[in-house]
């Protein structure tokens, strides 16, 4: 059943939505490319330097690449007032919530893969060295997948709110927030959902604790959500 209502919610995609996971990874890659080349690229990491200009910027881009899609995910039912009608259908209203918000997650895993590539193009342009498959891979996917706790909260303001613009405030807030939290000493800034995607880099000490904690907590925010969602009241 939530199969068919993530097929169903594939037809009604908007074309931007396809579009903003190429356009996120162009922006990330570009911006890595030129940061490494003008001022990272001649110190003392070399190549792998890359791996660190990419994730001062990739916590940034996929937590904004979350909170558009969200948006406008739910501005597709807010503006032709849809929500109703798809609350009357007979399948279990948290479903829909879930179907939208795997929809947000596999859109962010084509960022994961347009990165991936061209990470693997810059570093054939740059260098003879081997390919380290390790940090290109795990560094946008784990950044993916601990954002999962924010595709919630998103979907869920987005939803409930008919005019975005609370929604896009928080998820920009949050976004920018992300590039400074996961850098603070304080555990309990660090256990903010939006510091997980810059915490979870295979470069940062104990990192997969992190990537455990952004599911526990993204499964229980998702959980959560849906089911305040299936509760709701639309118009």
């Known amino acids: 059943m939530i199969f068919n209502l993530m097929r169903a919610e594939g037809v009604k995609l908007k074309s931007i939505c396809k579009w903003i996971p190429l356009i996120q990874g162009v922006i990330l890659i570009s911006m890595t490319a030129l ?6 690229r001649q ?3 070399g190549v792998y330097a890359g791996f660190a200009v990419m994730y001062m910027f990739l916590s940034f881009i996929m937590l904004l690449g979350t909170t558009l899609l969200t948006s406008i995910l739910a501005s ?6 849809t929500w109703k009608q798809l609350m009357t259908m007979p399948v279990p209203k948290n479903y829909i919530y879930w179907s939208k918000l795997g929809w947000v997650f596999i859109l962010q895993l084509c960022t994961v893969m347009i990165s991936i590539i061209g990470m693997c193009v810059i570093w054939l342009l740059y260098t003879d060295e081997p ?4 940090l290109m891979i795990l560094q946008p996917l784990f950044a993916c997948i601990s954002s999962l706790p924010i595709m919630a909260i998103q979907l869920w303001l987005s939803s409930i709110n008919f005019n975005q613009a609370l929604p896009i405030a928080v998820g920009i807030f949050g976004s920018i927030a992300s590039l400074f939290l996961a850098r603070s000493n304080s555990i309990w800034i660090q256990i903010l959902p939006w510091s997980y995607p810059a915490l979870s880099s ?7 604790q992190w990537i455990w904690i952004s599911i526990g907590i993204g499964l229980l925010l998702s959980t959560a959500c849906s089911l305040q969602f299936a509760k709701r009241e639309f118009d």
């Open 76 to 81: 597709t039912e807010h503006d032709t007032r």
């Open 202 to 208: 295979p470069l940062i000490p104990g990192h997969l």
């Open 43 to 45: 110190g003392p990491g």
């Open 131 to 134: 390919m380290p498959w390790n």
């Open 35 to 40: 940061e490494w080349y003008l001022y990272f």
